[in-house]
């Protein structure tokens, strides 16, 4: 060795021992491995090594690495010393106005709420690395991430891949943008996180496993053997509210040894988990609701359907889009139920898309209130219903009931509301609240109540409803002032006259005056999303749910009399499957009716 430095080129993966042939070489395997080697190692004159370090860019600084006994190549350490050079963005690719260089660290800036995640992509691929980084998020209740072993996926350099998360309550967790969307969703950062401080972001990513750890915690360790095994590393600014968010200092080590935070290999493989959802889950359009089996306690689940949308952020007044691909999901009681019977504030909405594949599902339930929403057994939570459909905006309607109790129930009202927001907040912020609206008289009928009495009620329920929202960036569409005179049959439930004029009040807050007119084509679209949203509800809330998922499965009426075959009732709620693809491709088509 003297005189001759040992310098080995090649792609950070090696092939494993099973594909190496008799003289050690390997044959190139498509999308994971190196391209043939007839040898273990390159031997250059130090003059020459050190020419080639110059032309190649980025200097890789380069250690021996040990090495498990039984592998047939000698990996090396090497620091990425081009990853940053400390003083420009050289390497790097973004959307200009939103990135820049200020004292040593890349700054992500919005003077202006902004409608899409931006990202800033490195040039330089990765396989199994160590990243280390500094970050600081201002306001440290905004949202921003590190993506690594991503990809760019469209023109505006959207990112599909690993992301570990950064602000509000995600520090510390692992998400997949524009896939399998949460991975590792812990809380170990609470206590480790310095609100509006520098973090230190510590990424260790070997084949399948993924450990993360902020200021010297671990955070994540999971084992995912569907996930990805080499991409590029992108910072993030979150789409929402202005913020700025700064990465300090990154060092990228490829083929590191494994430890993190004191713990060595063993001990770190000891607190893996395993991942079970796999990279099919963000190719195909799906949804599926959870239950339990109340035999052996695990999760089981009906058939898959329908987009898993993308992770959003904080959404404002300003900001307020629809994208490709969201997935617009409504919650609430009654009035929500009938709502999405009538389909039309779901017509105005899909036309306000221009285009765009958008989608609606209709969670709400009859009864339901903040307080109280039962489901049946094995039925699941809304939480994880949320998750399965892949939620990136929820429409909530709540307070119409609950504002006829006494007003002094007002503080606890909004408590168990913000209660059940929280179950939301994970899946997407992009929370909107609708107000209740005043009751009406009911003519001819003398022996309905009179609900007019709870009017002032509805004002203070509808004013505490939109300072809720106004406190946490969400929105609020005041229906404090809408007129149901004449439109309601009771008082309270609305005509489908009165669910057309409410679907219009609410859709003109949003969008404004043009949004609610529609072609009179646009009937035959309203009436194919009547079609899809009753297929869709005995889909997802069938009748007779015990005998499917719940308490009565073991029963012969749920059952095949052939004795091998699979139980008739799961069947034929399967087969609902193609009838609602069918009906969301025509709705989606009738989008190219003239506007």
Same mark, same amino acid.
């Given at each position: 060795?003297?005189?001759?430095?040992?310098?080995?080129?090649?792609?950070?993966?090696?092939?494993?021992?099973?594909?190496?042939?008799?003289?050690?070489?390997?044959?190139?395997?498509?999308?994971?491995?190196?391209?043939?080697?007839?040898?273990?190692?390159?031997?250059?004159?130090?003059?020459?090594?050190?020419?080639?370090? #110059?032309? *190649?860019?980025?200097?890789?600084?380069? /250690?021996?690495?040990?090495?498990?006994?039984? !592998?047939?190549? @000698? $990996?090396?350490?090497?620091?990425?010393?081009?990853?940053?050079?400390?003083?420009?963005?050289?390497?790097?690719?973004?959307?200009?106005?939103?990135?820049?260089?200020?004292?040593?660290?890349?700054?992500?800036?919005?003077?202006?709420?902004?409608?899409?995640?931006?990202?800033?992509?490195?040039?330089?691929?990765?396989?199994?690395?160590?990243?280390?980084?500094?970050?600081?998020?201002?306001?440290?209740?905004?949202?921003?991430?590190?993506?690594?072993?991503?990809?760019?996926?469209?023109?505006?350099?959207?990112?599909?891949?690993?992301?570990?998360?950064?602000?509000?309550?995600?520090?510390?967790?692992?998400?997949?943008?524009?896939?399998?969307?949460? #991975?590792? *969703?812990?809380?170990?950062?609470?206590? /480790?996180?310095?609100?509006?401080?520098?973090? !230190?972001?510590? @990424? $260790?990513?070997?084949?399948?496993?993924?450990?993360?750890?902020?200021?010297?915690?671990?955070?994540?360790?999971?084992?995912?053997?569907?996930?990805?095994?080499?991409?590029?590393?992108?910072?993030?600014?979150?789409?929402?509210?202005?913020?700025?968010?700064?990465?300090?200092?990154?060092?990228?080590?490829?083929?590191?040894?494994?430890?993190?935070?004191?713990?060595?290999?063993?001990?770190?493989?000891?607190?893996?988990?395993?991942?079970?959802?796999?990279?099919?889950?963000?190719?195909?359009?799906?949804?599926?609701?959870?239950?339990?089996?109340?035999?052996?306690?695990?999760?089981?689940?009906?058939?898959?359907?329908?987009?898993?949308?993308?992770?959003?952020?904080?959404?404002?007044?300003?900001?307020?889009?629809?994208?490709?691909?969201?997935?617009?999901?409504?919650?609430?009681?009654?009035?929500?139920?009938?709502?999405?019977?009538?389909?039309?504030?779901?017509?105005?909405?899909?036309?306000?898309?221009?285009?765009?594949?958008?989608?609606?599902?209709?969670?709400?339930?009859?009864?339901?209130?903040?307080?109280?929403?039962?489901?049946?057994?094995?039925?699941?939570?809304?939480?994880?219903?949320?998750?399965?459909?892949?939620?990136?905006?929820?429409?909530?309607?709540?307070?119409?009931?609950?504002?006829?109790?006494?007003?002094?129930?007002?503080?606890?009202?909004?408590?168990?509301?913000?209660?059940?927001?929280?179950?939301?907040?994970?899946?997407?912020?992009?929370?909107?609240?609708?107000?209740?609206?005043?009751?009406?008289?009911?003519?001819?009928?003398?022996?309905?109540?009179?609900?007019?009495?709870?009017?002032?009620?509805?004002?203070?329920?509808?004013?505490?409803?939109?300072?809720?929202?106004?406190?946490?960036?969400?929105?609020?569409?005041?229906?404090?002032?809408?007129?149901?005179?004449?439109?309601?049959?009771?008082?309270?439930?609305?005509?489908?006259?009165?669910?057309?004029?409410?679907?219009?009040?609410?859709?003109?807050?949003?969008?404004?005056?043009?949004?609610?007119?529609?072609?009179?084509?646009?009937?035959?679209?309203?009436?194919?999303?009547?079609?899809?949203?009753?297929?869709?509800?005995?889909?997802?809330?069938?009748?007779?749910?015990?005998?499917?998922?719940?308490?009565?499965?073991?029963?012969?009426?749920?059952?095949?009399?052939?004795?091998?075959?699979?139980?008739?009732?799961?069947?034929?709620?399967?087969?609902?499957?193609?009838?609602?693809?069918?009906?969301?491709?025509?709705?989606?088509?009738?989008?190219?009716?003239?506007?």
């Amino acid at each position: 060795m003297s005189g001759r430095i040992l310098t080995k080129i090649f792609e950070t993966n090696i092939a494993p021992k099973s594909d190496l042939h008799s003289d050690g070489s390997s044959e190139h395997i498509k999308g994971n491995y190196m391209k043939p080697l007839s040898f273990s190692m390159l031997y250059f004159p130090r003059f020459f090594t050190l020419s080639l370090m #110059l032309i *190649w860019g980025p200097l890789l600084v380069c /250690a021996l690495a040990e090495t498990k006994p039984g !592998r047939p190549n @000698i $990996l090396f350490i090497c620091t990425d010393v081009g990853f940053f050079n400390g003083h420009d963005l050289s390497g790097w690719k973004g959307n200009d106005g939103f990135w820049s260089v200020e004292e040593g660290a890349i700054v992500g800036h919005s003077d202006e709420p902004i409608a899409k995640n931006e990202f800033l992509w490195s040039e330089d691929p990765v396989r199994d690395f160590h990243l280390v980084v500094d970050v600081k998020l201002t306001p440290d209740n905004r949202n921003a991430g590190i993506q690594f072993r991503s990809k760019p996926i469209n023109e505006s350099c959207q990112a599909q891949g690993y992301q570990a998360d950064v602000g509000g309550g995600v520090w510390g967790k692992l998400y997949h943008e524009h896939g399998r969307k949460k #991975l590792d *969703w812990n809380d170990h950062a609470i206590d /480790a996180v310095k609100r509006s401080e520098w973090n !230190r972001y510590e @990424i $260790l990513a070997v084949g399948d496993r993924i450990w993360t750890a902020i200021n010297g915690t671990l955070c994540v360790a999971v084992r995912d053997p569907a996930g990805e095994r080499s991409g590029k590393i992108a910072f993030q600014i979150h789409s929402g509210k202005p913020e700025t968010v700064r990465y300090r200092n990154p060092v990228l080590t490829h083929n590191p040894t494994v430890t993190l935070v004191g713990l060595d290999e063993q001990e770190l493989d000891a607190k893996l988990k395993v991942i079970g959802k796999s990279n099919d889950q963000a190719v195909i359009p799906r949804i599926h609701t959870s239950v339990i089996n109340p035999d052996t306690e695990e999760e089981v689940s009906p058939p898959d359907l329908f987009k898993a949308g993308s992770k959003v952020g904080v959404w404002t007044k300003s900001g307020f889009t629809l994208e490709e691909n969201d997935v617009v999901a409504f919650i609430g009681g009654t009035g929500m139920v009938k709502q999405m019977e009538s389909g039309v504030l779901e017509s105005f909405l899909i036309r306000a898309a221009g285009g765009r594949n958008v989608f609606f599902r209709d969670l709400a339930w009859q009864a339901d209130t903040v307080y109280l929403r039962q489901r049946p057994r094995n039925f699941g939570t809304q939480a994880q219903a949320l998750s399965r459909i892949g939620a990136t905006i929820v429409v909530a309607s709540f307070g119409q009931i609950e504002a006829m109790e006494r007003m002094d129930n007002l503080p606890e009202f909004i408590k168990a509301y913000e209660t059940l927001l929280e179950e939301v907040r994970p899946y997407t912020e992009k929370i909107v609240l609708i107000t209740p609206y005043p009751f009406t008289a009911v003519e001819g009928k003398l022996h309905f109540p009179d609900l007019t009495r709870h009017n002032d009620a509805v004002a203070a329920y509808s004013a505490a409803i939109s300072q809720l929202a106004n406190r946490r960036d969400w929105i609020s569409i005041d229906l404090s002032g809408f007129d149901a005179g004449g439109l309601t049959t009771d008082g309270i439930q609305l005509t489908p006259e009165g669910h057309e004029k409410w679907a219009r009040a609410v859709t003109r807050k949003l969008l404004g005056e043009t949004a609610t007119v529609l072609p009179k084509q646009w009937e035959a679209v309203r009436e194919k999303i009547q079609e899809k949203n009753v297929l869709w509800r005995r889909f997802w809330r069938p009748t007779n749910w015990a005998f499917l998922y719940g308490n009565r499965q073991t029963q012969p009426s749920s059952l095949d009399h052939r004795p091998g075959y699979p139980r008739w009732f799961p069947e034929e709620i399967n087969s609902l499957v193609p009838l609602i693809e069918e009906a969301e491709g025509q709705i989606l088509a009738f989008q190219t009716i003239p506007r």
